[in-house]
């Protein structure tokens, strides 16, 4: 499988893959051959102690964050496997037990463990991204209070008025009037209306309280952070101008 350094670099840590696709473990380091191909990885798995087993990459399948084998897990578990960390390049007798267990043809010794190739540095900075959020701007409330008003009128009243009515006795009914005496006094009552005022309390007006939106355009600031990356170079190693 041949890949770019970038690519070499990028599969430190990424998952093993067995053929069904089961999670074996990630890798640990990279071996290359003399022509700088990659061509075995060691795999750190569970239940293996400390020493990582080892992978060919003939015929592996390399995606952006796997790396499948086209082997069962317990072969590659069950494989040679060399101490983490290792910068020791693999022996003619690890490569012939390495090829014995994965039925794999004789070739040459393999160079030391590929390392990462020049330094490098992974440059950070933060981005704004402006929204919105609703929270509560204010509490509108319904509240009632009594006021008192002037109410003018006018009424209909009535009232009764005395008037003298003068009416004729007969002569025939004469006799049947009682005798009278010249001090004799009497009395009606006269009534009249006046106007008077009875209240009663009565619904006239449902009043509510509803919102509607408004959008408007507002400022929005903030301060967002970069990393800037910058080289140490010695005098003697700087380009000369």
Same mark, same amino acid.
């Given at each position: 499988?041949?890949?770019?350094?970038?690519?070499?670099?990028?599969?430190?840590?990424?998952?093993?893959?067995?053929?069904?696709?089961?999670?074996?473990?990630?890798?640990?380091?990279?071996?290359?051959?003399?022509?700088?191909?990659?061509?075995?990885?060691?795999?750190?798995?569970?239940?293996?102690?400390?020493?990582?087993?080892?992978?060919?990459?003939?015929?592996?399948?390399?995606?952006?964050?796997?790396?499948?084998?086209?082997?069962?897990?317990?072969?590659?578990?069950?494989?040679?496997?060399?101490?983490?960390?290792?910068?020791?390049?693999?022996?003619?007798?690890?490569?012939?037990?390495?090829?014995?267990?994965?039925?794999? #043809?004789?070739?040459?010794?393999?160079?030391?463990?590929?390392? #990462?190739?020049?330094?490098?540095?992974?440059?950070?900075? %933060?981005?704004?991204?402006?929204?919105?959020?609703?929270?509560?701007?204010?509490?509108?409330?319904?509240?009632?209070?009594?006021?008192?008003?002037?109410?003018?009128?006018?009424?209909?009243?009535?009232?009764?008025?005395?008037?003298?009515?003068?009416?004729?006795?007969?002569?025939?009914?004469?006799?049947?009037?009682?005798?009278?005496?010249?001090?004799?006094?009497? %009395?009606?009552?006269?009534?009249?209306?006046? #106007?008077?005022?009875?209240?009663?309390?009565? #619904?006239?007006?449902?009043?509510?309280?509803?919102?509607?939106?408004?959008?408007?355009?507002?400022?929005?600031?903030?301060?967002?952070?970069?990393?800037?990356? %910058?080289?140490?170079?010695?005098?003697?190693?700087?380009?000369?101008?």
């Amino acid at each position: 499988m041949r890949l770019t350094e970038p690519q070499i670099r990028s599969l430190y840590g990424q998952d093993v893959q067995d053929r069904s696709g089961a999670t074996i473990g990630t890798v640990g380091q990279v071996w290359a051959n003399p022509a700088g191909e990659p061509t075995w990885v060691s795999v750190r798995t569970a239940g293996t102690g400390h020493r990582e087993s080892m992978a060919p990459l003939q015929a592996a399948q390399w995606q952006a964050d796997r790396l499948r084998v086209p082997y069962d897990r317990a072969t590659v578990r069950t494989a040679p496997a060399v101490e983490p960390g290792t910068d020791q390049p693999l022996g003619a007798d690890q490569l012939t037990l390495l090829h014995r267990h994965y039925q794999l #043809p004789p070739e040459g010794a393999a160079g030391r463990p590929e390392r #990462p190739g020049p330094p490098e540095l992974t440059r950070f900075e %933060e981005q704004a991204r402006f929204d919105t959020e609703t929270v509560p701007a204010g509490t509108a409330r319904l509240r009632k209070r009594v006021v008192t008003e002037n109410v003018h009128t006018t009424v209909p009243v009535a009232h009764e008025e005395a008037t003298l009515v003068r009416e004729p006795i007969a002569e025939a009914d004469r006799g049947t009037v009682p005798a009278g005496t010249d001090t004799e006094q009497r %009395e009606m009552v006269l009534h009249a209306e006046r #106007p008077v005022v009875v209240k009663e309390r009565v #619904p006239v007006e449902r009043v509510r309280l509803a919102s509607h939106q408004v959008v408007e355009q507002r400022p929005a600031h903030a301060q967002v952070r970069r990393e800037v990356v %910058e080289a140490d170079v010695p005098e003697e190693a700087r380009p000369q101008e």
